[in-house]
C-alpha cells in the first residue's frame, strides 16, 4: 500500500474515531477529555516539506472543528504542533542519520525514550493551546493547569494504547546515500 493511500485512511479512521467513538464519552466532571486524533500528525512521514506538513495539519484540524462545530480550536492546535514538530525530531533524534532510515516517527526509528518525550512536548503544545483557546481566561490557573494534567495523561494513555494495539511495522531503508 502506498503511503499517501496510508495515510488518507488514517486521516479518516483518526476524524471518525475522535468524532464517533471519542467525543460520545462523557467527559469527567467537564475535566477530563480524551484526544487522540493528533497522532495522525505525529505520523505522518520524516520527509514531508514544512508547508505541506503545515497545510496537512490545519485541514485536518479543520475537519475535525466541522464536525465538532468548534470554530477552528483544534485547527489551530493541530497546525502549532505542525510547526513544532520538525523542532522536536531535530532535538531528539540523534544527528546519525535514524531519520533517513525510517519513514515516519515511531518507537521502532525513534527508540522509546525519545519517542516518548516527542509525544509528550507536542500532546501538551496542543492541548495547552486547545485548552487555553476554549477557555479563553485566567479565572482559575489551577484549574487550567489541572486540566491540562489531566487531559494530558488520558491523552498519552490512548495513545501508548494505540502504539501497543496497532504496532506499526517501520521498513528500514538500508541504501540511504
Known sequence: MSDLLKNIIRFALF????????????????????????????????????????FISFLFGLTLDYFMNTPGLHAAACTLIAYIRPFTINLLISQ?????????????????????TYVLILTLFHHGL?????????????????????????SLLLIFLTELLFFRKEPFRTNTA
Do not use: C
Open 15 to 54: 476524524i471518525l474515531v475522535q468524532v464517533f467513538v471519542l467525543n460520545q464519552v462523557p467527559p469527567l466532571h467537564r475535566f477530563v477529555v480524551p484526544y487522540l486524533y493528533y497522532l495522525f500528525i505525529l505520523w505522518l512521514p520524516f520527509t514531508l516539506p514544512r508547508v505541506w506538513l503545515s
Open 96 to 116: 546519525d542519520g535514524s531519520d533517513k532510515n525510517y519513514p515516519s516517527p515511531s518507537v521502532t526509528s525513534m527508540g522509546f525514550a525519545p519517542y516518548g
Open 130 to 154: 486547545l485548552i487555553f483557546l476554549e477557555w479563553m481566561s485566567f479565572g482559575s490557573f489551577l484549574f487550567f493547569i489541572g486540566k491540562l494534567l489531566a487531559t494530558t495523561g488520558v
